[in-house]
Each structure stands twice: as C-alpha cells, then as structure tokens.
C-alpha cells in the first residue's frame, strides 16, 4: 500500500467539525491539539478529542510539543485510545524524547515527526531513526520563521531535499510536505503539491477540506508520467539488457524503476 498523502487537520476544540473532516474524502484525518487551540482551549480540545477517539471516532492527533504545559496531559489522554491511529509530535528535534514518547504510546502507535525548526533540521537523520518514529513531516512555516527566511521553494528547497534524503536512508516512508496556505485557489494547491512530488514527497498537510482533491491530483502521477512509463515498460519488454526507449534516451535498471514506482497501484 501507498502511505497515506493527503492529511486534513481539523482543530481539537471544534467536535462539530470532526465528522465532517472524516467524511471529506483525505486519506488521513489529524485532529490539531497545537497551533490550531488557543492555550486557554487548550483542555477542552484534549477532552473532546478523547471523547471522539473513544466512541467510534478514528483519527490521528497532533499534540503539543514536548516542552510546553500540555504535553503530558495530551500524551496520557490519547495513549490507548480506541480510535487513535497515531500522533504528529511537533517542533520534533529530540531523539531521546521521541523514543521516549513512542515508549509511552506503545508499538501499535505510529509517530510521525514534524521537523519544523533549525534544531529539528540540523538533527534530521537521528530523528529519522528513532526508535517509534515511522514517517517524517515538514513544517516550512515554522522553521522559515525561525530562520528568517521566506516560505517560498527556493528558500525551503534545501530543507525539503534533507528530509527527503534522512526518510530515505532511514528506510521510511518518503515524507509529508507542509501546508499549502492558499486554500481556494486549486491551481496553486496542485502545483505545490507536484512541485513537493517532484522532490521526492509523497505526502501533503492540508488546511480546508478544498484543498484535498488539488493536493491528490498534484501528488499523483501526471498523465504524462503514466504514459512515459508504459512506454519504457513496453520498450523494455523482452530485452535482456539496456535498450533506447521512445525518446530516444537509455533505458536501465533505475529508469525501470522509476517507470515501475509510477505504476504501482
């Protein structure tokens, strides 16, 4: 199976909305505990979001990060939770306290890391291999603010590359891309998505249930990339060794790869 790519937050002190974001059709449903809550909501959103996880509701949970006043609470309200299918642990740049979180959650618990500060990025290859973690995340807001620089491709170009590369090394999943600000412009919600696919992501954090079907259509093979494959595929078919495909170009076992990697269902 393909790893969740499109992941809607929903904020953990609106319940009303929590069913609406599980029928809104993304793969994965994070129910936000952070930056979305207010502090003073902040234990409202815990309570209810326990109540949702516990009567049938199914959801991820994006606590609050290790460090601050609500951690602990978030971590024992969650652990065990019938319908808890993983947390999101932002600010995510200690490894030590990683490993103990995905301790305290248990095995059956997926924990994705948020790497969104410079500590975070700095660390990024020993946070990928913690013990518990299981995917990487990308917070380009927060470590832009941090860095001073802008959120724009160029200037989070070498973040997004390094993530890739530790999920990689890691042997996890290829990451998850931050969000998308622009919520009703589909247009710019694919091409960010596509721009991230190209650099090796497969995965996208949404805002607003407008943007899931642009962020899948982005992250998804082109039509293009579907057709080139099947030509490679085609050309390939029956040779034992390298051979020119339709454009003219070499044919090999990475380009075999790649062409296979597009058609896996």
């Known amino acids: 199976m393909r790893p969740e790519a499109t992941w809607l937050f929903v904020p953990g002190n609106v319940p009303g909305r929590f069913a609406?974001?599980?029928?809104?059709?993304?793969?994965?449903?994070?129910?936000?505990?952070?930056?979305?809550?207010?502090?003073?909501?902040?234990?409202?959103?815990?309570?209810?979001?326990?109540?949702?996880?516990?009567?049938?509701?199914?959801?991820?949970?994006?606590?609050?990060?290790?460090?601050?006043?609500?951690?602990?609470?978030?971590?024992?309200?969650?652990a065990g939770a019938s319908g808890l299918l993983g947390v999101l642990v932002p600010k995510a740049e200690d490894p030590a306290a990683l490993a103990a979180l995905a301790a305290r959650l248990g095995p059956d618990t997926a924990v994705v890391a948020l790497i969104e500060t410079a500590a975070g990025l700095h660390r990024v290859h020993d946070v990928a291999t913690t013990l518990g973690v299981t995917r990487l995340a990308f917070g380009a807001l927060d470590l832009a603010a941090e860095l001073g620089a802008d959120d724009t491709a160029e200037a989070m170009l070498f973040a997004r590359s390094t993530i890739v590369l530790a999920s990689r090394v890691a042997g996890l999943p290829?990451?998850?891309?931050?969000?998308?600000?622009?919520?009703?412009?589909?247009?710019?919600?694919?091409?960010?998505?596509?721009?991230?696919?190209?650099?090796?992501?497969?995965?996208?954090?949404?805002?607003?249930?407008?943007?899931?079907?642009?962020?899948?259509?982005?992250?998804?093979?082109?039509?293009?990339?579907?057709?080139?494959?099947?030509?490679?595929?085609q050309a390939a078919d029956g040779s034992a060794g390298a051979v020119t495909g339709p454009d003219?170009?070499?044919?090999?076992?990475?380009?075999?790869?790649?062409?296979?990697?597009?058609?896996?269902?």
């Open 248 to 265: 003219g170009r070499m044919i090999d076992k990475p380009v075999l790869d790649r062409a296979h990697a597009i058609l896996r269902p």
């Open 20 to 78: 609406k974001a599980a029928a809104a059709g993304a793969d994965a449903v994070v129910v936000d505990l952070e930056d979305a809550v207010r502090p003073e909501d902040k234990n409202t959103a815990r309570a209810e979001t326990l109540c949702w996880l516990s009567e049938g509701g199914q959801a991820w949970v994006r606590l609050n990060a290790s460090g601050t006043l609500w951690f602990d609470a978030d971590v024992d309200a969650v």
């Open 174 to 233: 290829a990451p998850i891309d931050g969000v998308t600000t622009v919520v009703h412009d589909a247009d710019a919600v694919t091409t960010a998505a596509r721009r991230a696919r190209s650099l090796g992501f497969r995965g996208k954090l949404c805002i607003h249930p407008a943007q899931i079907e642009p962020t899948a259509r982005g992250l998804a093979p082109s039509a293009a990339d579907i057709a080139w494959a099947r030509d490679v595929l």
